[in-house]
T-cell receptor, first 114, second 112 residues
Framework: NAGVTQTPKFRILKIGQSMTLQCTQDMNHNYMYWYRQDPGMGLKLIYYSVGAGITDKGEVPNGYNVSRSTTEDFPLRLELAAPSQTSVYFC?????????????FGNGTRLTVT | GQQVMQIPQYQHVQEGEDFTTYCNSSTTLSNIQWYKQRPGGHPVFLIQLVKSGEVKKQKRLTFQFGEAKKNSSLHITATQTTDVGTYFCAGASGGGADGLTFGKGTHLIIQP
Protein backbone atom coordinates (compact mmCIF):
# COMPACT_ATOMS: atom_id res chain seq x y z
CA ASN A 1 0.00 0.00 0.00
CA ALA A 2 1.20 3.47 -0.86
CA GLY A 3 -0.85 4.99 1.97
CA VAL A 4 -1.69 8.67 1.45
CA THR A 5 -0.18 10.27 -1.65
CA GLN A 6 -0.07 14.02 -2.20
CA THR A 7 0.90 15.95 -5.31
CA PRO A 8 2.64 18.22 -6.04
CA LYS A 9 5.41 18.28 -3.42
CA PHE A 10 6.26 21.91 -4.03
CA ARG A 11 4.50 24.78 -5.76
CA ILE A 12 5.00 28.52 -6.15
CA LEU A 13 1.91 30.55 -7.03
CA LYS A 14 1.43 34.18 -7.85
CA ILE A 15 -1.22 36.13 -5.96
CA GLY A 16 -4.63 35.52 -7.51
CA GLN A 17 -3.73 32.26 -9.22
CA SER A 18 -5.60 29.07 -8.48
CA MET A 19 -4.52 25.48 -8.04
CA THR A 20 -5.65 22.09 -6.82
CA LEU A 21 -3.71 20.03 -4.32
CA GLN A 22 -4.26 16.37 -4.99
CA CYS A 23 -4.65 13.69 -2.32
CA THR A 24 -5.39 10.01 -2.75
CA GLN A 25 -5.35 7.09 -0.33
CA ASP A 26 -5.44 3.36 -0.96
CA MET A 27 -6.35 2.18 2.54
CA ASN A 28 -10.12 2.32 1.98
CA HIS A 29 -10.45 4.89 4.76
CA ASN A 30 -13.76 6.72 4.92
CA TYR A 31 -12.40 9.76 6.75
CA MET A 32 -10.08 12.23 5.07
CA TYR A 33 -8.69 15.59 6.19
CA TRP A 34 -6.77 18.61 5.01
CA TYR A 35 -4.49 20.38 7.48
CA ARG A 36 -2.18 23.33 7.09
CA GLN A 37 0.99 23.80 9.09
CA ASP A 38 2.60 27.19 9.50
CA PRO A 39 6.14 27.57 10.90
CA GLY A 40 6.28 26.97 14.62
CA MET A 41 2.60 26.15 14.75
CA GLY A 42 0.59 23.02 15.10
CA LEU A 43 -1.76 21.66 12.52
CA LYS A 44 -4.96 23.48 11.70
CA LEU A 45 -7.88 21.61 10.15
CA ILE A 46 -9.12 23.15 6.90
CA TYR A 47 -11.77 20.70 5.69
CA TYR A 48 -12.68 17.11 6.35
CA SER A 49 -14.84 14.40 4.87
CA VAL A 50 -16.54 11.45 6.54
CA GLY A 51 -17.22 9.67 3.27
CA ALA A 52 -17.75 10.08 -0.44
CA GLY A 53 -20.07 12.97 -1.19
CA ILE A 54 -19.82 14.46 2.30
CA THR A 55 -17.52 17.33 3.28
CA ASP A 56 -17.45 19.79 6.15
CA LYS A 57 -15.53 22.84 7.26
CA GLY A 58 -12.80 22.68 9.82
CA GLU A 59 -11.19 25.46 11.82
CA VAL A 60 -9.72 27.50 8.92
CA PRO A 61 -11.77 26.90 5.73
CA ASN A 62 -11.78 30.41 4.23
CA GLY A 63 -10.15 30.58 0.79
CA TYR A 64 -10.38 26.84 0.19
CA ASN A 65 -12.82 24.35 -1.31
CA VAL A 66 -12.93 20.57 -1.38
CA SER A 67 -14.80 17.77 -3.03
CA ARG A 68 -15.06 14.04 -2.33
CA SER A 69 -16.44 12.21 -5.32
CA THR A 70 -14.73 8.92 -4.47
CA THR A 71 -13.50 7.21 -1.30
CA GLU A 72 -9.91 7.45 -2.52
CA ASP A 73 -9.61 11.10 -3.56
CA PHE A 74 -9.94 14.34 -1.63
CA PRO A 75 -8.60 17.32 -3.61
CA LEU A 76 -8.18 20.78 -2.06
CA ARG A 77 -8.83 23.80 -4.26
CA LEU A 78 -7.36 27.28 -3.81
CA GLU A 79 -9.28 29.72 -6.01
CA LEU A 80 -7.55 33.09 -5.49
CA ALA A 81 -4.20 32.47 -3.86
CA ALA A 82 -3.10 34.94 -1.20
CA PRO A 83 0.24 35.27 0.64
CA SER A 84 -1.52 34.15 3.83
CA GLN A 85 -1.97 30.75 2.21
CA THR A 86 1.77 30.16 2.11
CA SER A 87 2.07 27.03 4.20
CA VAL A 88 2.68 23.30 4.21
CA TYR A 89 -0.48 21.35 3.46
CA PHE A 90 -0.99 17.84 4.74
CA CYS A 91 -3.69 15.44 3.69
CA UNK A 92 -4.55 12.66 6.10
CA UNK A 93 -6.93 9.76 6.42
CA UNK A 94 -8.32 7.62 9.21
CA UNK A 95 -10.25 4.40 9.48
CA UNK A 96 -12.65 5.95 12.00
CA UNK A 97 -13.19 9.50 13.29
CA UNK A 98 -9.93 11.37 14.00
CA UNK A 99 -10.88 11.67 17.64
CA UNK A 100 -10.57 7.90 18.00
CA UNK A 101 -8.28 6.78 15.19
CA UNK A 102 -4.67 7.49 14.26
CA UNK A 103 -4.14 9.93 11.40
CA UNK A 104 -2.16 8.68 8.41
CA PHE A 105 -0.50 11.66 6.75
CA GLY A 106 0.78 12.23 3.26
CA ASN A 107 4.21 13.74 2.65
CA GLY A 108 2.82 17.23 2.30
CA THR A 109 2.71 20.00 -0.30
CA ARG A 110 4.87 23.05 0.31
CA LEU A 111 3.12 26.05 -1.18
CA THR A 112 4.51 29.56 -1.54
CA VAL A 113 2.32 32.43 -2.72
CA THR A 114 4.18 35.56 -3.83
CA GLY B 1 -13.26 26.18 21.89
CA GLN B 2 -10.87 23.54 23.07
CA GLN B 3 -7.25 24.63 23.45
CA VAL B 4 -4.24 22.38 23.75
CA MET B 5 -1.08 23.98 25.09
CA GLN B 6 2.28 22.29 24.73
CA ILE B 7 5.55 23.21 26.45
CA PRO B 8 8.35 23.82 25.96
CA GLN B 9 8.35 25.11 22.39
CA TYR B 10 12.03 24.25 21.96
CA GLN B 11 14.30 21.94 23.93
CA HIS B 12 18.03 21.62 23.42
CA VAL B 13 19.66 18.57 25.01
CA GLN B 14 22.99 16.85 24.84
CA GLU B 15 22.84 13.39 23.35
CA GLY B 16 22.20 10.95 26.17
CA GLU B 17 20.19 13.38 28.29
CA ASP B 18 16.51 12.90 28.99
CA PHE B 19 13.72 14.95 27.43
CA THR B 20 10.15 15.68 28.45
CA THR B 21 7.34 17.55 26.72
CA TYR B 22 4.07 18.48 28.40
CA CYS B 23 0.60 18.91 27.02
CA ASN B 24 -2.30 20.65 28.78
CA SER B 25 -5.90 20.93 27.65
CA SER B 26 -8.46 23.55 28.65
CA THR B 27 -11.13 20.83 28.69
CA THR B 28 -11.35 17.18 29.69
CA LEU B 29 -10.24 14.93 26.89
CA SER B 30 -11.66 11.63 25.74
CA ASN B 31 -8.22 10.59 24.58
CA ILE B 32 -4.89 12.04 23.51
CA GLN B 33 -2.62 11.14 20.63
CA TRP B 34 1.09 11.79 20.14
CA TYR B 35 2.86 12.33 16.82
CA LYS B 36 6.47 12.79 15.76
CA GLN B 37 7.52 14.88 12.78
CA ARG B 38 11.09 14.68 11.52
CA PRO B 39 12.54 17.84 9.94
CA GLY B 40 11.06 18.22 6.47
CA GLY B 41 8.78 15.25 7.01
CA HIS B 42 5.19 14.55 7.90
CA PRO B 43 3.66 13.74 11.29
CA VAL B 44 3.77 10.08 12.20
CA PHE B 45 1.45 8.58 14.80
CA LEU B 46 3.19 7.31 17.94
CA ILE B 47 0.48 6.36 20.41
CA GLN B 48 -3.01 6.97 21.74
CA LEU B 49 -3.89 7.17 25.45
CA VAL B 50 -7.47 6.68 26.54
CA LYS B 51 -7.69 5.82 30.24
CA SER B 52 -7.25 8.16 33.18
CA GLY B 53 -3.75 7.76 34.63
CA GLU B 54 -2.64 5.55 31.75
CA VAL B 55 1.08 5.00 31.23
CA LYS B 56 2.47 3.39 28.08
CA LYS B 57 6.04 2.70 27.05
CA GLN B 58 7.67 2.31 23.68
CA LYS B 59 11.33 1.44 24.22
CA ARG B 60 12.87 4.69 25.54
CA LEU B 61 9.60 6.66 25.24
CA THR B 62 7.14 6.87 28.14
CA PHE B 63 3.69 8.41 27.65
CA GLN B 64 1.40 9.43 30.50
CA PHE B 65 -2.21 10.58 30.61
CA GLY B 66 -3.23 12.58 33.66
CA GLU B 67 -5.77 11.43 36.22
CA ALA B 68 -8.13 14.24 35.25
CA LYS B 69 -7.59 13.53 31.53
CA LYS B 70 -6.56 17.15 30.93
CA ASN B 71 -2.82 16.72 30.64
CA SER B 72 -0.26 14.37 29.19
CA SER B 73 3.49 14.01 28.91
CA LEU B 74 6.06 12.31 26.73
CA HIS B 75 9.40 11.43 28.27
CA ILE B 76 12.40 10.18 26.30
CA THR B 77 15.20 8.52 28.22
CA ALA B 78 18.79 8.86 27.01
CA THR B 79 18.09 10.76 23.80
CA GLN B 80 19.71 9.71 20.55
CA THR B 81 20.23 11.71 17.36
CA THR B 82 17.39 9.76 15.77
CA ASP B 83 15.00 11.39 18.26
CA VAL B 84 15.42 14.78 16.60
CA GLY B 85 12.14 16.27 15.43
CA THR B 86 8.96 17.90 16.62
CA TYR B 87 6.64 16.08 18.97
CA PHE B 88 2.96 16.98 18.84
CA CYS B 89 0.15 16.07 21.15
CA ALA B 90 -3.41 16.09 19.83
CA GLY B 91 -6.37 16.06 22.14
CA ALA B 92 -9.75 14.59 21.30
CA SER B 93 -12.83 15.99 22.98
CA GLY B 94 -15.68 13.97 21.62
CA GLY B 95 -14.51 11.38 19.17
CA GLY B 96 -15.90 13.23 16.19
CA ALA B 97 -14.18 13.48 12.84
CA ASP B 98 -13.19 17.07 13.58
CA GLY B 99 -12.62 16.59 17.27
CA LEU B 100 -8.81 16.53 17.32
CA THR B 101 -6.91 19.65 18.41
CA PHE B 102 -3.16 19.77 17.96
CA GLY B 103 -0.71 21.47 20.25
CA LYS B 104 1.98 23.64 18.65
CA GLY B 105 4.61 20.99 19.24
CA THR B 106 7.96 20.76 21.00
CA HIS B 107 11.04 20.94 18.80
CA LEU B 108 13.73 18.62 20.14
CA ILE B 109 17.25 19.60 19.15
CA ILE B 110 20.05 17.23 20.10
CA GLN B 111 23.67 18.27 20.35
CA PRO B 112 26.13 15.41 19.88
Amino acid sequence: NAGVTQTPKFRILKIGQSMTLQCTQDMNHNYMYWYRQDPGMGLKLIYYSVGAGITDKGEVPNGYNVSRSTTEDFPLRLELAAPSQTSVYFCASTLGPAGNSPLHFGNGTRLTVT
Amino acid sequence: GQQVMQIPQYQHVQEGEDFTTYCNSSTTLSNIQWYKQRPGGHPVFLIQLVKSGEVKKQKRLTFQFGEAKKNSSLHITATQTTDVGTYFCAGASGGGADGLTFGKGTHLIIQP
